[in-house]
């Protein structure tokens, strides 16, 4: 009965359905896995009444939390579905760890629960987004998150060297907000940083895609992490020049085992600078109406962040721990373990310019 209701619904509504029944199925087996093995860590929602014992040797037995929190809304999710890149940016905090990358159907098909579970923006990130087979497997993304899901806003956050016109005339109408990172216009202190590549000029590059953006449509965001080798730095005239719909100033910030540690990728403690150096670079930069600051505490605990795996990455103890992947036991169990500040997330205005409008 249920395949001939699905038959006659639309080819990716049809999709959507059956990926939320597959999450809800997944984490209905989640619940019922204490009757068959011991867990490490407490399921969302539910409790442990007992332990290990002649008359239960199965494992613990559990049972429903009637007073569990209310579940989270993924409104807005940032999907690092890759972590290769082609710049060595010395601060990056998603470092190349892994090359994996999801088959283009199963990321697909977590995207599909995330709309069902709530999510209404996503913004696709790195690594670099456009390294995966030259851009097309973020433009298919792009495409059936505007297309078949219909989201309000999607959005790629990328290095921008490796854009071509080609992609917005293939891909462009179903994109928002292209955010470029660009954290100096000074080529020598962008070299120090990790942004150079070899004759080519990012700030030279960073024009050309402000111009695709606005013949292609396209909301055109700037985003710069504020360090030790650009927070003298003045941008006033060239972000005005510029003209971005936002340019969000980050604050240099140190994650374990991603660009801080002995297991790090990276040693990004050169680059880090105080709050009051930060509030500095701010107050020079006070009359750039479209300057959106992010201090370390806002970028720690107000975003949703996916990882490659398609799992939820908890931030606030100052490294990333993830949750299990939605793939495996659905969002709403997943996302109790990503740390998420809501409030914090509203706070820094994180679900404002979100379309095209502005252009």
Same mark, same amino acid.
């Given at each position: 009965?249920?395949?001939?209701?699905?038959?006659?619904? *639309?080819?990716?509504?049809?999709?959507?359905?059956?990926?939320?029944?597959?999450?809800?199925?997944?984490?209905?087996?989640?619940?019922?896995?204490?009757?068959?093995?011991?867990?490490?860590? *407490? /399921?969302?929602?539910?409790?442990?009444?007992?332990? #290990?014992? *002649? @008359?239960?040797?199965?494992?613990?037995?559990?049972?429903?939390?009637?007073?569990?929190?209310?579940?989270?809304?993924?409104?807005?999710?940032?999907?690092?579905f890759t972590?290769?890149?082609?710049?060595?940016?010395?601060?990056?905090?998603?470092?190349?760890?892994?090359?994996?990358?999801?088959?283009?159907?199963?990321?697909?098909?977590?995207?599909?629960?995330?709309?069902?579970?709530g999510m209404?923006?996503?913004?696709?990130?790195?690594?670099?987004?456009?390294?995966? &087979?030259?851009? +097309?497997? @973020?433009?298919? /993304?792009?495409?059936?998150?505007?297309?078949?899901?219909? /989201?309000?806003?999607?959005?790629?956050?990328?290095?921008?060297?490796?854009?071509?016109?080609?992609?917005?005339?293939?891909?462009?109408?179903? #994109?928002?907000?292209?955010?470029?990172?660009?954290?100096?216009?000074?080529?020598?202190?962008?070299?120090?940083?990790?942004?150079?590549?070899?004759?080519?000029?990012?700030? +030279?590059?960073?024009?050309?895609?402000?111009?695709?953006?606005?013949?292609?449509?396209?909301?055109?965001?700037?985003?710069?992490?504020?360090?030790?080798?650009? @927070?003298?730095? &003045?941008?006033?005239?060239?972000?005005?020049?510029?003209?971005? @719909?936002?340019?969000?100033?980050?604050?240099? /910030?140190?994650?374990?085992?991603?660009?801080?540690?002995?297991d790090a990728?990276? =040693?990004?403690?050169?680059?880090?600078?105080?709050? =009051?150096?930060?509030?500095?670079? #701010?107050?020079?930069?006070?009359?750039?109406?479209?300057?959106?600051?992010?201090?370390?505490?806002?970028?720690?605990?107000?975003?949703?962040?996916? &990882?490659?795996?398609?799992?939820?990455?908890?931030?606030?103890?100052?490294?990333?721990?993830?949750?299990?992947?939605?793939?495996?036991?659905?969002?709403?169990?997943?996302?109790?373990?990503?740390?998420?500040?809501?409030?914090?997330?509203?706070?820094?205005?994180?679900?404002?310019?979100?379309?095209?409008?502005?252009?």
């Amino acid at each position: 009965m249920l395949l001939g209701v699905l038959y006659r619904l *639309p080819l990716a509504v049809a999709r959507a359905v059956l990926v939320a029944l597959r999450g809800r199925l997944c984490a209905l087996c989640w619940s019922l896995a204490p009757l068959s093995r011991p867990l490490s860590l *407490p /399921l969302p929602g539910w409790r442990r009444v007992s332990t #290990l014992s *002649p @008359v239960s040797p199965v494992g613990p037995r559990w049972e429903r939390d009637d007073d569990d929190e209310a579940s989270l809304t993924p409104t807005s999710v940032n999907y690092h579905f890759t972590r290769q890149c082609n710049y060595k940016c010395g601060f990056c905090f998603h470092t190349a760890k892994t090359s994996f990358v999801l088959p283009l159907e199963e990321a697909k098909m977590g995207l599909a629960m995330l709309k069902e579970a709530g999510m209404e923006k996503i913004n696709f990130s790195g690594g670099e987004p456009f390294l995966q &087979d030259r851009g +097309e497997f @973020v433009g298919k /993304l792009v495409q059936f998150c505007k297309q078949d899901l219909k /989201l309000p806003s999607v959005s790629i956050v990328s290095n921008g060297s490796l854009i071509r016109e080609r992609w917005f005339k293939k891909y462009g109408e179903y #994109l928002d907000i292209l955010a470029i990172s660009c954290d100096s216009f000074d080529e020598n202190v962008n070299v120090l940083i990790g942004r150079g590549q070899g004759k080519k000029n990012h700030v +030279e590059n960073l024009h050309k895609l402000r111009q695709w953006c606005r013949e292609y449509a396209v909301a055109f965001k700037i985003n710069s992490v504020i360090n030790r080798f650009n @927070v003298e730095e &003045d941008m006033n005239e060239q972000i005005k020049a510029l003209n971005p @719909v936002r340019w969000k100033v980050f604050q240099c /910030l140190l994650i374990e085992g991603e660009n801080s540690g002995e297991d790090a990728l990276r =040693e990004a403690e050169r680059f880090v600078i105080s709050d =009051e150096e930060f509030e500095q670079f #701010l107050d020079r930069h006070k009359d750039v109406s479209c300057l959106v600051p992010e201090s370390n505490q806002k970028m720690r605990d107000s975003y949703l962040i996916l &990882d490659e795996y398609m799992r939820f990455l908890n931030c606030r103890n100052g490294r990333k721990e993830p949750s299990k992947s939605i793939l495996d036991v659905g969002v709403e169990a997943a996302i109790k373990f990503s740390g998420f500040d809501e409030m914090m997330f509203l706070k820094r205005g994180g679900n404002s310019h979100w379309t095209k409008n502005g252009l």
